[in-house]
Structure formats: structure tokens, C-alpha cells
């Protein structure tokens, strides 16, 4: 199948700024891409492009003063298989992880694994390890936080979610993350585009989502506590600790966002009306 994914964000900045932008499809996923537009400014600025210590793909730029804008978009090709659930898959012991898993161990900026120990240990310490562990921690967090756009704050950390059970798609996956690293299973944030395919249109749709991978039997699982069931389409743009570390831009100065469209949609031939293969 093929998915049209893209991006249109618009800013304001009072003097020029700095930023950097995470809004390219990750390394794994480029070559699946069958096209992909140029990244286009408004103003054109020169850029120039690094990875972070997490793979991730970012762009410099320096915003002028004024309203500047951001566009992208492109086709990917996707296999349209759902995420993937086996059941027989284990934790790994602490002391045999790599060494790249085991930042995704610890506490961070919105993941308060000391806040949240005695909860998941009560909660999850007696369910049996591996995967099993994982989607029990997953159904308690669909079930404590209610979806609702007009609640979000992006202040908001896992605690405060566990305790005041609202959010939007990054608290799902907070505190996921952090009832999971206080059992010592790494976890760690994604973000990236995930439209309504395969799926009933949902009223509040999320073409640009967060959820996190899991780290179980060598290799890093999708679980998405806001959805609770295996999507089609996932497309990671950023991995990170949680989403101090992957903002979709950072700038280094005030800005305002004056726009912000995200689309991500299955191919349907025109002439036939089917479904691009």
C-alpha cells in the first residue's frame, strides 16, 4: 500500500531565531519513501542537516523576523501489515541488554520512574514478565486517561497523568513508558504520522501521533495506549527519551505558531477508485 504523508507549519518570530526542526521520516523507514517533496521555508533560509545521539534527523535553520513557514510531503510505501503482537516474547535481563537500550531504562523530564515505582510494582509486579506484563501495562493505561484535546498541556508528566487521568496521545505513551522502565523494561518515545487507515475515521483523528516501542525479546515493539489495538501505517519521524527530545520544532527564542496541518493518508487510484497496491 501507499501512504501521502506531509506537513505545513507556519510561525511567527519578533527578531530571527534559531530553531531546529524533527520532521523528517527516520533512516529505517527512507527507503520505503517512493517520493518526497523538497523541505521548503517561506522565506528560503540556508539549512544544514546533523543526527542527534538518538538517529534522529534534524535541520538548522535561522527563522527571519516575521512569519515563516515550513512545507514537506511525500509517498511512502508501507506493507500494511498491523503492529506487530507476539506473545512469546521475554524481557531481557538488565545486565544483558546493549548498551544503546539502557538509557531507555532510566527517569527523565516527563518520565518519573521514582514517582511511579511503587504504583507499577503493586500494579504490574506480580503479572507475568515479557509480553504479557507489557499489554497489561498498556489496558491500565487506556483505561486511567481519558482522551481530550482541550486538556492538553504540555507541561504535563506521567505522574501528573496517572493522577489526573486526561490527556492527549504523548501522556498515553508517558506514562506507558515510565510504569515500564520502573519494572526495568526500557521503553522509549516515538512520534510520527499515523492516519485513520484500517481503521473507523476517529472524531479527534491524529495524523501526527506519539506512542512508544518496548523493548522485548531483542527488538523494539509498537504499543499505543491512546488506540489499545495494532494500527496500519506507522510512520517513526523521532525516538527519544519522551518528547523533551523530539520537538517537532525547537527555537531558540519565542515564536508563536500561527498554523499547523498534517496529513497522512492511504493512495486510492483516481481512475479505478481502489486502493494504491
Known sequence: MLIKYGFGIAITVPQPTPLITLLDVRDQRRPDIVEESAFITTPDVPQSMYRDQFGNMCRRMIAPAGEFAITMGGTIRDSGAPDLVDRTLCEVPVAE?????????????????????????????????????????????????????????DTRTAAEAYEEGVGVCRDFAH???????????????????????????????????????????????????????????????????????????????????????????????????????
Not at 546493549?98 to 514517582?115: A, F, H, M, N, Q
Not at 504504583?119 to 493505561?141: K, L, T
Not at 488506540?227 to 508563536?256: E, W
Request: with cysteine.
Open 175 to 277: 506514562l506507558t513508558i515510565a510504569l515500564c522502565r520502573a519494572l526495568n523494561i526500557p521503553a522509549r518515545y516515538v512520534n510520527g504520522y499515523l492516519g485513520d487507515i484500517g481503521v473507523p475515521k476517529d472524531p479527534a483523528p491524529m495524523d501526527f501521533s506519539a506512542w512508544c516501542e518496548i523493548y522485548l525479546g531483542g527488538q523494539w515493539c509498537a504499543f499505543d495506549a491512546r488506540h489499545n489495538k495494532p494500527r496500519i501505517g506507522r510512520v517513526p519521524v523521532a525516538y527519544g527519551r519522551d518528547a523533551t527530545d523530539v520537538p517537532l520544532i525547537h527555537s531558540f527564542g519565542q515564536h508563536v505558531l500561527k498554523s499547523f496541518k498534517i496529513w497522512t493518508d492511504e493512495v486510492v487510484s483516481e481512475t479505478s477508485g481502489q486502493v494504491a497496491a
Open 97 to 153: 541488554l546493549p548498551d544503546d537500550v539502557l538509557v531507555y531504562l532510566l527517569g527523565s523530564r516527563y518520565c518519573e520512574t521514582d514517582r511511579l515505582s511503587d504504583v507499577a510494582w503493586a500494579q504490574f509486579g506480580g503479572v507475568q514478565p515479557g509480553w504479557a506484563r507489557v499489554e497489561a501495562i498498556v489496558d491500565f493505561v487506556h483505561r486511567r486517561i481519558s482522551f481530550d484535546y482541550l486538556q492538553a498541556r
